[in-house]
């Protein structure tokens, strides 16, 4: 449905994205997991062609068999209209604070299908219910501030799914939300993926989310994609040093602080944080905060090495074990 | 076992809703239900909640910005609301805070260095206040050289190491830890963390650290107290909460915090 082929997005000095290769299928659910400045919005906004003006893009990105190199931003309207729906962090901020949400819900569908109001509100009150929200008829008639932040995430939910899309951009949908909420929101994005047979795009940070969430994972550094497999492969047996440090850095709440003897138990952690776009090296992106860097890293980049069925990693190190 | 170095007291806190008719009563809403821990030196107490849960409203009682409607809260054995608005100003220094926003607590027009000595200002200490705002820098591994940058030089993991470094100026007994972590990536975040644990190692500190994040919370916290709606709803050592949570809430949050499937 969606092919990316060695895209890369540069802003002068700097890259976001280098050569991000990627396929999404029909019902896939694929979790594009890294920290900030790894790159994974922008790979968002390129899939939506909402990549900022000041971007030079270069590579290949095609949806439904089309290449979108040349597409105009009409073209990109009817697909973000029809097929591919995207949902953001802040649902208070991606709502119209002065229109009824129900409005707001039926609106897409007035625009871009022309249905007549009663046709708009009898499909809006369904996916209300679809997506879990009580008293669906009340909650249609009231204002974004009425609702609580999980209310507003489904309502967000509703708009993107009002055009029945194909597939669903979900860009750190469970950050601004509550354990409890946030375990819901990502229960809901499972079944409608499913229930719809709908490609699901979870872009996080959260690795827990994201181990619930999600079949395939992608893992980002400074705007490359450093290791991809199933999600559960991963996490279990990370290859690239980022994935493991990241995994490590994570605690784990059935470890407690101390050991039985009272000591501390001090936390696996990286050191340093993520270079500015224009600063990080030339080679592997990881390269100076990698604890079992090569000296040629720095310098050159590391090929995606296919390590098994359905798993690739960008590493010099599994390259110099493959040898 | 050392004297507690804080023991709140059954504290409840309640605030009164804006006025929505005339002829009605203003509705009340409980912020914080009779809730009671104690920390000492070098110890850490947890507290984990959603928002709304009342962590933020305990953690301001502690700090004395605000005064409970009844309960009390006690530090080094003194009723913190029961001080002189003097006696409470040098008592300050003892207990500090750090905040979530690593962005929004520091002035951005001044040096980070003026940023840190400004509580040793506040409490009227003139001397060696460079000396001490390097010592601080060093402490949390910055360095001193560090006091003539502004905040924008920095990264978000710097920032919280500055605004931890002016919670430590005053070199104060107790820390309050606010959501201190949750805005930073994953892996500065286990550096802040690691910071956090060996500055209470050096200067036997006793830390409130407050989060919604369960993981976090494991990781640095002795004992755990878990909020919910403004009420405490378990407490205790935290292999004991981890391990058998009593709690279904205590459950959900476990099961969010985890990574593992």
């Known amino acids: 449905m969606i092919e990316l082929d060695d895209f890369s997005v540069g802003f002068g000095a700097g890259t976001a994205l280098r050569g991000a290769t990627l396929t999404i299928r029909k019902g896939d659910r694929l979790g594009i997991v890294g920290e900030s400045g790894s790159g994974k919005t922008m790979l968002a906004l390129c899939l939506m062609g909402m990549a900022p003006d000041s971007a030079q893009l270069s590579g290949r990105l095609s949806i439904d068999g089309r290449d979108m190199a040349g597409a105009s931003e009409a073209q990109w309207q009817v697909l973000r209209a029809r097929r591919i729906a995207m949902i953001f962090q802040e649902p208070m901020a991606a709502l119209n604070p002065l229109r009824r949400v129900g409005d707001t819900v039926m609106e897409p569908m007035r625009v871009h299908e022309g249905l007549s109001r009663g046709a708009a509100h009898k499909r809006a009150l369904a996916l209300f219910e679809e997506v879990g929200i009580p008293e669906p008829v009340d909650r249609m008639r009231q204002f974004p501030h009425e609702l609580s932040g999980g209310q507003r995430q489904r309502v967000l939910i509703a708009l993107a799914l009002a055009c029945d899309p194909v597939m669903l951009i979900a860009d750190e949908p469970t950050t601004a939300l509550d354990a409890n909420v946030a375990l819901r929101i990502t229960e809901l994005l499972v079944r409608l993926a ?33 290791e991809r497999g199933a999600t559960a492969d991963v996490l279990a047996a990370p290859m690239h040093p980022y994935t493991r440090g990241l995994l490590a850095a994570r605690p784990d709440p059935t470890v407690p602080a101390r050991n039985a003897d009272g000591t501390r138990r001090r936390l696996p952690s990286l050191p340093g944080s993520v270079p500015p776009l224009n600063a990080l090296p030339q080679g592997c992106r990881f390269a100076g905060r990698c604890p079992v860097e090569l000296a040629h890293c720095a310098t050159r980049r590391p090929a995606t090495r296919l390590v098994a069925d359905n798993r690739q990693a960008a590493c010099h190190l599994l390259e110099e074990q493959a040898r | 076992m050392s004297a507690p ?25 409980t912020a914080v239900e009779s809730t009671s821990f104690t920390i000492r030196a070098g110890e850490t107490l947890g507290i984990v909640g959603e928002s709304g849960s009342g962590k933020s409203t305990l953690a301001r009682m502690v700090m004395a910005f605000e005064k409970p409607d009844s309960g009390q809260v006690l530090f080094q054995g003194q009723d913190l609301h029961a001080l002189s608005a003097t006696e409470l100003r040098k008592l300050r220094q003892k207990f500090q805070m750090v905040f979530q926003d690593p962005f929004g607590s520091l002035d951005p027009r001044r040096k980070i260095g003026w940023s840190i000595a400004e509580p040793l200002r506040a409490i009227g200490v003139d001397a060696n206040t460079a000396r001490r705002t390097a010592e601080a820098l060093e402490q949390v591994g910055l360095h001193p050289r560090d006091a003539e940058k502004y905040p924008h030089e920095f990264s ?106």
Do not use: W
Not at chain 1, 209 to 214: G, K, S
Not at chain 2, 5 to 29: F, G, K, N, Q, T
Not at chain 2, 197 to 207: E, F, W
Not at chain 2, 210 to 232: E, F, R, T, Y
């Open chain 1, 194 to 226: 499913r229930e719809r047979g709908m490609a699901l795009v979870f872009i996080t940070h959260d690795l827990a989310a994201v181990a619930r969430t999600t079949q395939d994972i992608v893992v980002m550094y400074g705007g490359d994609m450093v």
């Open chain 2, 5 to 29: 170095l804080i023991e709140v007291r059954s504290v409840s806190r309640h605030y009164r809703l804006p006025r929505v008719s005339l002829l009605r009563a203003p509705a009340v809403l």
């Open chain 2, 156 to 261: 978000g993991g710097q920032r919280q190491r500055i605004a931890i470094a002016r919670a430590i100026v005053t070199r104060p007994a107790l820390l309050v830890a606010d959501e201190a972590v949750s805005a930073l990536d994953v892996s500065v975040q286990a550096q802040i963390l690691n910071l956090l644990m060996d500055l209470q190692d050096q200067l036997g500190l006793g830390i409130l650290f407050i989060s919604h994040d369960l993981a976090v919370v494991a990781a640095i916290c002795d004992h755990i107290l878990v909020m919910q709606h403004g009420k405490p709803l378990e407490s205790g050592p935290a292999a004991q909460v981890l391990h058998r949570p009593a709690h279904l809430y205590t459950q959900t949050l476990l099961k969010a915090a985890g990574v593992s499937p």
